[in-house]
């Protein structure tokens, strides 16, 4: 559970009633995004609140009402997705801050120069967000503004969305040390063991994480492991 002085209130009126909650900025994301997570863990405290800086609890005859049901998580979830936020100046700030961060962390992390073929610096990625005075909302999701914010710099810097194909080859010890980082880093279109014992595969990973790719097989591997980016 968050602390309180962390914490933002969701608030969400219906049927006459004002219903609010203390809750982790971060649990607002992971319910848009469509994660499947324990609301609960995410909250102060696992009351619902006529007004929550003072403490005036909400009974749960009034919970059946609006919601028709009395279960806390489900309940919580409706105040955030049809309620709206209350922040303060300073809450608003840090929120837009991390939001842009993950959204220019996440274009580095997939985009590439097309005139070079290599990735931008996130610095130069947050410039251009900035020459092309881009809104970032702190309430929406990251996935939900990149196509925004992509389709804004892209005057300012080329830049395009691409994925990268890399073929390999490894030992059956060397695959052991890298499997879970492959998918954790990308997908494993197809693979097959060989005869001489070799595991074989094509996988496809964001293109601005090709440096980062090989360091990590390179570094897993001590260098025994044969690597091949494929065209188209």
Do not use: C
């Not at 994301?29 to 609140?49: A, W």
């Amino acid at each position: 559970m968050v602390r309180i002085e962390d914490s933002i209130v969701a608030r969400y009126e219906a049927k006459g009633h004002r219903l609010e909650i203390l809750i982790d900025p971060k649990l607002i994301d992971l319910l848009k995004s469509g994660k499947q997570v324990n609301v609960v863990d995410y909250m102060v405290i696992d009351e619902v609140f006529k007004d929550a800086r003072k403490g005036d609890k909400v009974g749960e005859e009034v919970l059946k009402e609006v919601f028709g049901t009395t279960d806390i998580n489900e309940v919580a979830k409706q105040i955030i997705l049809k309620g709206q936020v209350q922040l303060t100046t300073d809450q608003r700030r840090k929120m837009l801050e991390e939001k842009k961060r993950q959204i220019i962390n996440e274009i580095a992390k997939n985009a590439i120069n097309p005139q070079t073929n290599a990735p931008h610096p996130p610095q130069r990625i947050e410039k251009a967000i900035e020459e092309a005075k881009v809104h970032i909302d702190p309430m929406k999701s990251v996935e939900e503004q990149i196509p925004i914010v992509l389709k804004a710099i892209k005057a300012i810097i080329p830049i395009r969305i691409e994925k990268t194909k890399i073929e390999i080859k490894v030992s059956a010890d060397g695959y052991g040390k890298i499997y879970q980082d492959l998918v954790k880093m990308g997908t494993i279109v197809k693979d097959e063991w060989g005869d001489d014992g070799s595991w074989r595969a094509v996988v496809e990973i964001p293109a601005g994480m090709q440096a980062e790719f090989f360091d990590m097989l390179n570094k897993k591997t001590h260098g025994n492991i044969e690597t091949k980016i494929l065209k188209g």
